[in-house]
């Protein structure tokens, strides 16, 4: 069994990618709304979102982000979610925030979403509730064994 997550790429402007997140393992069902990093042909580091592509996702559980996530969210937090094997990129996490400036090139969760306007950068909301709703799933599947990969399909460029 695969769990297949995807990310529709939306909005993109200097500083952010506005997008969605869908479970599309039966059918399609919306997850979040998201928040990246821009897209740059030419990756800068902790400035340029990840390529479109398919990823697998495991659990990290080492590192500052898991740490910290342990001691806010106690026996709810199972590890990290990793996107793993990015060319170019290490430490790749699903976690929350806010803007741009919460994410190095990681997916940003959230259960509101502005628009991502040339003069304002993108802002994803209620991120914390989002991450509540959508990490058990995604956690259980990679505990039972199960095979978790995400997709992100850019349809903000061209």
């Not at 897209?39 to 990823?55: H, L, N, Q």
């Not at 430490?91 to 929350?96: D, G, S």
């Amino acid at each position: 069994i695969t769990m297949e997550l995807e990310v529709l790429r939306i909005s993109s402007q200097k500083d952010s990618t506005n997008g969605i997140l869908f479970d599309i393992t039966e059918g399609r069902e919306f997850l979040s709304y998201t928040l990246e990093d821009e897209y740059r042909k030419d990756k800068i580091s902790g400035e340029t979102r990840v390529p479109a592509g398919t990823y697998k996702v495991t659990l990290r559980t080492v590192g500052g982000f898991d740490s910290r996530y342990k001691a806010k969210y106690g026996e709810f937090h199972k590890g990290m979610l990793w996107v793993r094997d990015v060319p170019g990129f290490e430490y790749i996490l699903i976690h929350t925030g806010n803007t741009d400036e919460h994410t190095a090139g990681c997916l940003l969760v959230g259960s509101s979403q502005n628009e991502n306007l040339t003069k304002k950068n993108g802002f994803i909301g209620a991120s914390v509730t989002a991450y509540k709703r959508i990490y058990p799933s995604i956690a259980q599947a990679l505990e039972d064994g199960e095979e978790v990969t995400i997709t992100y399909i850019d349809y903000d460029t061209v």
